[in-house]
Every structure is written in structure tokens, then in C-alpha cells.
């Protein structure tokens, strides 16, 4: 009996939507904060991407969900299985959705080192926690505004790496944690601190549908999902194979994704105009315009794709002024993305706009690095 509400059955919130998707194409994106009044179908959306997500192919019996192709990201019991009987058989299971209780402790995300059968027999067992149960699927975190920081901290750390190392008196573990992450909150219960704020890479504000049609047609879908959840499923099948067919050929062409110099620039302009602190925001802006290129089945980013990134990577790392609400006007962003082109058609030489992005993700993000820093 399906019990997950289908992602392309929710009405509106086509943001938080879009975000969703394009972490799951790459979800070293770095994650989405979905903030909103109670009610707007935040849950309903994290939970949907994960069942949206086909099956996965895993080492079997692996507690880490490690994949069988790519013996680079094993975690160390599978490289120590392969070393020792060589190609490992393969398992299948459906994308993993974890959620985290706000009450979830250090020792509960990242596992625990049993330290003591380690003195007195040495041997190492390692304990797997929340971070091992997500690899490779959707982490959830409600309420993410009262999770205590430090345990923010790690899952940030997670998501950015991609691996969950855990360290006990010289004694040390790894395995992959590539997940997507999905953080929400209510803002009337509390904001995340800056420093928190700014290491999610998306973030979108959602509010509950105030033209009547479309919240009947919320009812009507709800209360048919309520009374045939399988039914209802089956209804959207064929919707929900076209976008995870999609999905998944948008991770195939990532990586072939290329940008202009001049793209490097007008990224690098357009934060600066908004006089946004660090470079995190111009390097999210470029992996979510690549995402967005490959979801739309392109192999060359556009002003537009940039322009779609900054509404996910700029409202919450704008600087907030007293009594001012810091919500990213849309025309000023057009403004801004016009005069940054300009700056960078007059910026960048004939020369440097024939050394265009590798296709490498690689490559190409440290090559994105080196010049936003010069900004």
C-alpha cells in the first residue's frame, strides 16, 4: 500500500520544487532550508523526492549503501571485503529517506567507535548512525532551527565532504555520506544562526496557496489520496517515471555541463553586487546553474540558468537590515544580472572567453574557485 504522497501531485511551490529536484541531481549542491508557516507541505515534499528516486544499486550487505561502481567511495569494511575476496555482490533497495529527531545527539549522526572491544581484542566496531542510513538517499531534518548547532555543524560538514570520518583515542572510520539535505523550519519558532544560515546552499520561503482554485484542487487531491492512496499513485505513475527518467539523465550530463569565462564573471559581479560576504554563494550559483543546463537537457549554461540559481543561493545571504525583510526583489535581480553581464562582456578578453569550462565537475569548480577569489 503506497503511503508517500507523489512529488508531481503537489500544487504550486514550484521553488522549493525546483530546488528539491536540482539537489538531487547534484547533491553536492549543498542542501535546501525550506522555511514557512506550518502546513505547506514541506515534509510532503522531502518525503516525495525520495520515493521519486529510482532503486539503487548497493554492495550487499553493506551498512553503508556503498555503490558497487564506484569502489573509490567504499566505506572501509567494503575495501577491506574486496581486498580480501575480490568483486563484491550487488543488492538492490529504494532510495533512503532518514529523518532526524531534533533530539539527535552527536554520537546518534555520526555513529560511535566501540573503543573498548578495541583495547581488549583489536578489533574495530564501528557503529553506524543517521549519516550511514542516509548515504545516497534524502536527509531530512524538521525543525531544523532547534537542532542544537553543533549537531547542524556536522550534518553541514556531511554534505559538503560527502564522507563521515569518526575518530576515537587513534582509532578511525569512514564511509561515504553523500545525501541530499533538507532542512525546515517555521520562522516564528526561531531563526538559525547566520553562520548556519549561509552553509545551506538553497534556501526558499513557502507560504500557504491563497487563490481558491488551487487550494480546492489541494483538498480534492488530498482527500483522494487519503481515501486510494494507491489508486491516486497510480494516477501519477507515468508523470513521476518522466521526471525520475529526467533526474537521472541530468546526473549523466552534469558533468558535461561548460561555462564562459565570462559566466565565471558575471556570477562573480552579480554577488558582488549584493554585497554578499565570502564566495559560497558564486560557487552554489554555478553547480545549481549546471544543474539546472543538465535538468533542462542542455550542455552550456545561460543567463537564465544563473538567474534561477540566484533566487535559491542570494535571499538568505543578503545582508538584513533593521526592520527590512532581506527578500530578493525580482527586478532588482534583473537589473543586477544585466549590469553583471555588461561588466563581464567588457571585463573578459577574446583570449580568455575561448577557455571555456572542461565538462569536468572537478575541473571545473576548482577553476571557479581561483576566479571568484580574485573578486
Known sequence: MRQTYPFSA?????RMKRALILNAINPQIGGVLIRGERGTAKSTAARALAALLPELEVVQACRFNCDPH?????????????????????????????????????????????????IQK???HFEPGILAAANRGVLYVDEVNLLDDHVVDLLLDSAAMGVNVVEREGISFQHPARFVLVGSMNPEEGDLRPQLLDRFAHAVDVVGITEAGQRVEVLRRRVFFEQDPDAFGDAYDATEQEMCNRILSARQRYPLVKYTEKDLYTIAALTASFKVDGHRADIVILKTARAQAAYDGRLQITDKDILLAAELALPHRMKKQPFQ?????????????RQARAEAEQAVTDDEQQQEGEGSATVDEKKAWRAMSQN
Do not use: H, W
Not at 503537489?10 to 514550484?14: D, F, L, S
Open 325 to 337: 525583510e532581506t527578500a530578493l526583489n525580482p527586478d532588482q535581480l534583473q537589473a543586477n544580472m
Open 122 to 124: 583489536g578489533e574495530r
Open 70 to 118: 564506484r569502489p573509490d567511495l567504499f566505506c572501509d569494511e567494503c575495501r577491506e571485503r574486496l581486498q580480501v575476496s575480490g568483486p563484491l555482490p550487488v543488492a538492490y533497495l529504494n532510495t533512503p529517506f532518514v529523518d532526524l529527531p531534533v533530539s539527535a545527539t552527536e554520537d546518534r549522526v555520526v555513529g560511535t567507535l566501540d573503543i573498548e572491544k578495541a
Open 10 to 14: 503537489i500544487v504550486g511551490q514550484e
